[in-house]
């Protein structure tokens, strides 16, 4: 059984990604092949900058997305090593084998 702070932190994961437009964001992002900015990712999905913004606010705070200051806007990107770690993290949910928690955890790559 998996420790209640594992538990929790996957859980937060799973949170992040429970809104279609936040899947969404993630997918462009990754697929984009280069940082972008809010407006960029604005033009991009059906939806308004504050609401962009709130989505890549959830997306940075469980580590899927990367912001990096430049100049007066923020650039985002994929955090690809926790973006690596997800699919490890529902097969642990799932029974599909237990590996220690620091092999799966999600840190930023900078």
Known sequence: MLDRHTAET???WFRALADPTRVQILNLLASS???????QIVERV???QST???HLKILTEARFVL??????ARLY???QRC???FPTAADVVMGRGVLP???VTCETTR
């Open 83 to 85: 973006v690596s770690c």
């Open 101 to 103: 928690f620091a092999a």
């Open 52 to 54: 962009v913004s709130a």
């Open 46 to 48: 059906e939806v308004g």
């Open 33 to 39: 092949g280069a940082p972008m900015t809010v407006g």
């Open 10 to 12: 996957y859980a937060g």
């Open 67 to 72: 912001a990096e200051p430049r100049g007066t």
């Open 77 to 79: 990107q994929v955090n």
